[in-house]
């Protein structure tokens, strides 16, 4: 019963996430105009703008003029039901819960318009910076390594929310430094970029949400999985190797992975090798 009110909270989400999605990358605002049809400007209604069963029932066309509506819109709507809904059976309704549904809905935007137009709005990943450094004060990150350095400069025990604090910015830092590195490396190796500031501020929002280990291991997933997708694309596709490939939707994805399976993966790689 709690899952199906946890389902429709986050098609009202996807809604909303929808509009950042197309609005964000033209820098207009999200709260102001009310929706409208790009194509004949009417207004759309309140009732034709229910989540998921509006695209249904006007079979993805505007009420109006007949123009065609994304599908797109129908799948971040659904996209983001299934992932709070997932998240849910996951955390339950916990902090928890609220921390990572915050940056899954933060990734999933900044996922699709990575992906659609190679833009990371600093719109989203500077407030979702500013979010993951207060969730780190009421959701402890658990890194261990800020209690490590603090252990390291002699001092023994450190209040909870200030080793918190250090996990989320020495996440933000490592993740941010360390994908700066690599562009700058990529940059030097082939003569052009492969990513764009975008992609650092984006990893300094997951590192301040996730913290430094958990950010490393997003930025090893997404590079991993990109590179060797992005390479069978092109060669499947037959575009040449400069196109350029939305890599903060690969780190989006692997960023949802290391919020939710990192601590998992971590320690069986650790078992593994320790
Ligand atoms: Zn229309």
Same mark, same amino acid.
């Given at each position: 019963?709690?899952?199906?009110? %946890? ?5 009202? #989400? ?12 033209r820098? @207009?605002? #999200?709260?102001?105009?009310? $929706? ?13 703008n ?9 079979r ?18 659904l ?8 998240? !849910?059976? %996951? ?20 996922t %699709? ?55 989320s ?16 490396? !990529? ?39 990109? $590179? ?14 400069? !196109? @350029? ?11 949802? #992975? ?10 069986? !790689? ?5």
């Open positions: 019963m709690i899952g199906a009110f %946890v389902f429709l909270y986050g098609l009202v #989400v996807g809604s909303f996430l929808n509009v950042c999605i197309h609005r964000l990358p820098h @207009e605002s #999200v709260v102001k105009p009310r $929706s409208r049809c790009p194509q004949c400007s009417q207004p759309i209604a309140a009732y034709d229910i989540p998921l069963v509006s695209y249904l029932l006007l993805g066309r505007c009420r109006h003029c007949q123009a065609r509506i994304s599908p797109l819109y129908f799948f971040v709507e996209a983001t039901g299934l992932l709070a809904l997932f998240l !849910y059976s %996951v955390f339950g309704l916990t902090g928890s819960f609220a921390k990572a549904a915050t940056l899954g809905a933060a990734l999933l935007v900044l %699709v318009t990575d992906w659609r137009e190679r833009l990371l709005p600093d719109r989203v990943t500077f407030p979702g910076m500013a979010l993951g450094l207060v969730f780190s004060q009421i959701i402890p990150v658990e890194d261990g390594m800020g209690l490590f350095l603090t252990r390291l400069f002699g001092l023994d025990a450190i209040p909870v929310r200030l080793d918190s604090l250090f996990d910015l020495l996440g933000a830092l490592l993740g941010a430094g360390l994908l700066y590195l690599l562009g700058e490396a !990529y940059f030097r190796l082939r003569g052009r970029e492969g990513m764009g500031f975008g992609d650092v501020k984006m990893m300094a929002m997951v590192g301040f949400f996730l913290g430094p280990k958990l950010a490393l291991l997003t930025i090893f997933l997404g590079a991993t999985t990109g $590179s060797v997708l992005g390479l069978l694309f092109i060669a499947a596709s037959g575009k040449s190797s400069a !196109y @350029e490939l939305p890599f903060g939707s690969f780190l989006g994805v692997a960023a949802m #992975v290391a919020a939710v399976w990192g601590r998992t993966i971590l320690q069986w !790689y650790l078992g593994y090798f320790g």
